[in-house]
């Protein structure tokens, strides 16, 4: 009797793990069902400022939406959206963004967009932040994303030069240049 039960036993077992086997085996060689990629942090114009982070999240099969980044080495993580209203542009804060199935979901400038507050001088000056993605699937993907502007921003510096980008006009750099006489 013993003989039996272990055989009996030891066949229940083996089917078990051909099983586990062979649904492991459906998405051998896949891949992660969503992917990210092209994504880059780029720092505030001065460290009191949050990061803007943009990526692209690239679909599997069956439609999902990304509900929350978080890292580790940033104090938050909000998803935001530039959207016109009253013909002036404004961001909001937004819970959740939808990924189409085999489709993109685009996080750009002047779209949407992840703002990023206090991100760790170590992970400026090692020039990349590791995120973690949330999806209402229960996947989460870990990516780490290039900082620009890491060594200005490391330094204290500003990484973008905000006259050049036409900011109070001619008034303010005859100003400037008053200012130096």
């Known amino acids: 009797?013993?003989?039996?039960?272990?055989?009996?036993?030891?066949?229940?077992?083996?089917?078990?793990?051909a099983l586990t086997l062979a649904a492991c085996e459906e998405n051998m060689g896949k891949g992660p069902v969503l992917h990210i990629s092209g994504g880059s942090i780029e720092m505030g114009a001065t460290p009191d400022r949050p990061a803007v982070g943009y990526f692209t999240v690239k679909g599997g099969d069956a439609p999902v939406e990304l509900v929350a980044v978080s890292a580790d080495l940033a104090?938050?993580?909000?998803?935001?959206?530039?959207?016109?209203?009253?013909?002036?542009?404004?961001?909001?804060?937004?819970?959740?963004?939808?990924?189409?199935?085999r489709g993109t979901l685009e996080f750009k400038q002047g779209g949407k967009h992840l703002m990023i507050w206090n991100v760790n001088p170590a992970a400026v000056r090692a020039g990349k932040l590791s995120l973690v993605f949330m999806f209402t699937n229960n996947d989460r993907i870990i990516v780490?994303?290039?900082?620009?502007?890491?060594?200005?921003?490391?330094?204290?510096?500003?990484?973008?030069?905000?006259?050049?980008?036409g900011h109070g006009?001619?008034?303010?750099?005859?100003?400037?240049?008053?200012?130096?006489?």
């Open 1 to 17: 009797m013993k003989f039996f039960a272990r055989r009996l036993f030891l066949g229940a077992t083996l089917a078990a793990t």
């Open 75 to 101: 104090q938050r993580i909000e998803m935001h959206e530039s959207v016109r209203e009253n013909g002036m542009m404004t961001m909001k804060s937004i819970d959740r963004a939808p990924v189409p199935a």
């Open 169 to 181: 006009g001619e008034a303010a750099g005859k100003a400037a240049d008053a200012a130096k006489k």
């Open 144 to 165: 780490d994303l290039p900082i620009k502007n890491a060594s200005t921003a490391a330094s204290g510096g500003a990484p973008m030069d905000h006259g050049a980008m």
